[in-house]
T-cell receptor
Framework: DVKVTQSSRYLVKRTGEKVFLECVQD?????MFWYRQDPGLGLRLIYF???????EKGDIPEGYSVSREKKERFSLILESASTNQTSMYLC??????????????FGPGTRLTVL | LAKTTQPISMDSYEGQEVNITCSHN???????ITWYQQFPSQGPRFIIQ???TKVTNEVASLFIPADRKSSTLSLPRVSLSDTAVYYC???????????FGDGTTLTVKP
């Protein structure tokens, strides 16, 4: 079974702190994604990466950055956490096959609270 | 990216067939249509995917008309455990990027 793991299920941080959310997948997937999920807003794509050291902005990249130094690991960074970044953060991964769609496998999510 | 529109919520009873429709008027030629299911405190899980006409697997069926501007997820004989949020996703993995809809909360009642 594909496994996508996230470093924490719950995280509480203070405004202004630098926050790292880690995601690891064990299926040698090329694509990795970070989403946030808020009530009434569904899943919104923050960033995605289709290869090591490659990244692309999603729909809501402001206030976030990412790092992909190894194929299996994709990190989401909040440079200076703010209360409006309190949310559920979901990581996903998939194979990359051109001109088709590949199932995304999701991690369990990290519920981040910024005080 | 194609935007999607789904009903916010639906109610059903055990044993009934449930159909959830997603509108995606701006779907592109290369886009596939995929549905995910999400239970509380879990990440979404893939249910079914299609490009055109009809696709069926052990869990659901997906109906896509010829113009591909909408799609319908059909869940046969739902049970209480099918209570979840269902997301319609339209995209082309060639760009590694797709757009989730806002999701439909399905509540199955006994």
């Amino acid at each position: 079974d594909v496994k996508v793991t996230q470093s924490s299920r719950y995280l509480v941080k203070r405004t202004g702190e630098k926050v790292f959310l880690e995601c690891v997948q064990d299926m040698d997937h090329e694509n990795m994604f970070w989403y946030r999920q808020d009530p009434g807003l569904g899943l919104r794509l923050i960033y995605f990466s289709y290869d090591v050291k490659m990244k692309e902005k999603g729909d809501i990249p402001e206030g976030y950055s990412v790092s992909r130094e190894k194929k299996e690991r994709f990190s989401l960074i909040l440079e200076s956490a703010s209360t409006n970044q309190t949310s559920m953060y979901l990581c996903a991964s998939s194979f990359k096959v051109l001109a088709s769609y590949n199932e995304q496998f999701f991690g369990p999510g990290t519920r981040l609270t910024v005080l | 990216l194609a935007k999607t529109t789904q009903p916010i919520s639906m109610d059903s009873y055990e044993g009934q067939e449930v159909n959830i429709t997603c509108s995606h008027n701006n779907i592109a030629t290369n886009d596939y249509i995929t549905w995910y299911q999400q239970f509380p405190s879990q990440g979404p899980r893939f249910i079914i995917q299609g490009y055109k006409t009809k696709v069926t697997n052990e869990v659901a069926s997906l109906f896509i008309p010829a113009d591909r501007k909408s799609s319908t997820l059909s869940l046969p004989r739902v049970s209480l455990s099918d209570t979840a949020v269902y997301y319609c996703l339209v995209g082309d993995d060639g760009a590694g990027k797709s757009t989730f809809g806002d999701g439909t909360t399905l509540t199955v009642k006994p």
